[in-house]
């Protein structure tokens, strides 16, 4: 019966007009904003933070967490259409999206993440409605140590979404977190690996990383390409419809995804975008045809686009009810409510009910918002596909450009684009895909951090990670996954030599 009086609670909150109408603000700036390439959610958030200053508390969390999720939604299509990640999370929907689109099937793609991302972020708000307190808790028992296993084994999983060799992928995850670690080091002060630029003192920016590797790349990699134009696309909805095998193996990645993406939306600092990683590394793993994957895998879509969403709805969890913001985005939205006086923690479920349930019975509405804008939409976004190579991939590199520059306002991160494209072509051409690396840098600062405030805290002690019973058990499926991957990529050579090898008798 409380959780039936708190519904209505949020019910009452988000259905009055103030607040819908500001929720339908948010969803559909999310949405445009992860269509367009670069510009990023931190960014508009950060632009419209002023705005929440002249509307009431409700409204600017809704609108805020609209622009959050709707993002997400409308990221996947840049990512599917033009192999560029509308934001960081979308980034491995590229690997199955992009061929997809290539196979003349964007439109399938297309309206499968749609689904993908609704039923993702079903099970992220039934998260939330459901075990907000008690999954919170359990968060909140995370300590450094187990903080550390867990990038450890993310990172180690990464490796294996590389579609070459898990040695290849894991060379790219060192190099990611060797990436991450330019920049000024958050305990002693110092400025690490920034080569004399003042502009790397602050880190190298995701941005820059994501649409230089996948954005520039792609364009060097197609300069020769046919003309769009020449090929011709059906954009009817019977062409969208996915096949029966196509349903058929789309469930359980949906399932595993949107598992994996509420554990990771929960624990503060790790995010959708680990969740979607970890989500492809698990259904790459799982599969019986793991080849398929990088050539337009339905499940290399669906797995991470519902993780991403169901780790958006579950991230508000740690911030609303534990005050702890797990991103930078997150904490924008913490500092949103400050502003008004009103500090999240466990006083957000009292002292604030009609605001807490109000946001996530919005959270619904937004949702099928998002659905009915993002379906009708498929048939026009498929449609770019048709304008001539030569005309898009100049408007392309005009919107990276764009969007990278404005998230500083500085013009080294366009520069930065430009090397990381460069260098992600020479990678393509030598068989290393760039997923892992992304996930090395995403992760990196945090395995770093958590390690040094492990060992802090155990006065130096390595022996805090075996000690303690989750880390422990953690660190042993991250080896044994290690030399599962090695293992593999080993015997992947061995048979390739011997099939090449000439027998006696050709000889």
Known sequence: MELFDNVMLGLATAFHWNNLLWCIIGVSLGTLIGVIPGVGTLATMSLLFPITYALQPTAALIMLAGIWYGSTYGGSTASILLNLPGTPANAVTCLDGYPMAKQGRAGVALLMTTFASFCGATVGILMMMLFAPLVAEFAFK????????????????ASVVSSGSAIKGITMVVAGVMLGMVGTDVNSGVARFDFGFPELQDGVQIVAIAMGLFGITEIIASINHVKAADRKIDVSMKAMLPTRDEVKRSWGPM??????GSFFGVLPGVGPTVAAFMAYALEKRVSKTPERFGNGAIEGIMAPETANNASDQASFIPTMTLGIPGSVTMALIIGALMIHGIQPGPQMLTQHADMFWGLVMSFWIGNIVLVILNVPMIGLWVRVLTIPYHILYPAIVMFICIGTYAVNNNVFDVYAVLVFGIGGYVLRVLGFEPAPL??????????????????LLSRGSIQTFIERPISMWVLLLTAVLLVWGVWSSLRQRSTVTVVRSPSPEST
């Open 142 to 157: 995370f300590g450094p140590a187990e903080y550390f296993a867990i990038m450890v084994l993310g990172l180690v999983a």
């Open 255 to 260: 399932t595993r995804g949107a598992g994996l």
């Open 438 to 455: 992304l996930l090395g840098y995403v992760l990196g600062p945090m395995l770093e951090e958590n390690f040094r405030r492990a060992m």
